[in-house]
């Protein structure tokens, strides 16, 4: 899944903004577990990637799963948080080894 955020302010606002796209990264087993031990973690899941350009130059980034997750104070979700973080991570170090998004 993504949202490309320039389309929908071209159609929503009618405004122009450069090439910004929102991928939803989201993993079914992490993220069922997560929701099992924190059934409000929804709000935190970091599941989204992004990909936009500025200036001519493409750029990827994603949460830090770890942060994010820390939010809750719970523990338990520390080794889970960990194993998103690396996937995340190698996602986008894979991209931005290969120069393109």
């Known amino acids: 899944m993504f949202a490309s955020i320039q ?4 159609e929503k606002l009618g405004v122009e903004f450069s090439r910004y796209i929102i991928l939803g990264a989201c993993n079914p087993q992490p993220a069922y577990q997560a929701l099992r031990e924190e ?8 599941c989204n990637a992004i990909v936009y350009e500025r200036d001519g ?15 809750v104070g719970n523990p338990a979700m520390e080794p889970m948080a960990r194993d998103v973080n ?3 991570h190698r996602v986008v170090d894979g991209l931005k080894g290969t120069g393109s998004a």
């Open 39 to 46: 059934i409000n973690l929804g709000l935190l899941l970091p």
């Open 7 to 10: 389309a929908k302010l071209k």
């Open 86 to 88: 690396e996937r995340l």
């Open 57 to 71: 130059q493409v750029y990827v980034g994603a949460v830090e799963a770890a942060k994010m997750l820390s939010a």
